[in-house]
């Protein structure tokens, strides 16, 4: 009954760790801005939403046991759906070519997965230096 429970909470953490990062990347595409130079301000925000967000998603994810290979898995899937989620409709709706979206994948997956996995580690230490005590 235990083990049951322990994989159905991992999968759903797969899951999440599969569909947010892709929802996450489609949402920041379309509010990055189009044109002239970006305002300090501007861009101290989208460090923050880069980095400091996939790490606080990652330690929510955290709380359940998983294996950090298939989490690491699971959100470059989802960055890679969410690439091409967004390819697909920037060339249908605004008629814009995405060439180069391997290239896309490899910059999301590498903004996200590692804030990710890092707020996943800590959440894991976190509860593992818990549990000896």
């Known amino acids: 009954m235990k083990s049951d429970q322990l994989a159905k909470s991992s999968m759903i953490v797969y899951v999440l760790a599969g569909v947010v990062p892709g929802m996450y990347y489609v949402a920041l595409q379309h509010l990055s801005p189009q044109g002239p130079p970006l305002r300090p301000l501007f861009v101290l925000l989208f460090l923050f939403l880069w980095l400091i967000v996939p790490a606080i998603f990652g330690f929510v994810l955290g709380r359940r046991r998983a294996s ?6 699971s959100a470059f899937g989802g960055v890679c759906l969410g690439v ?21 994948i490899l910059l999301g997956a590498i903004l996200i997965v590692p804030g990710m996995l890092c707020g996943w580690a800590t959440r894991q230490l976190r509860y593992r230096g818990k549990r000896k005590e």
Do not use: K, R, S, T
């Not at 950090?68 to 898995?73: F, G, N």
């Not at 967004?86 to 896309?104: C, G, R, T």
């Open 68 to 73: 950090p290979i298939l989490v690491a898995v």
């Open 84 to 104: 091409i989620a967004n390819a697909i409709y920037d060339f249908e709706v605004n008629n814009i070519d995405h060439n180069l979206f391997p290239f896309e």
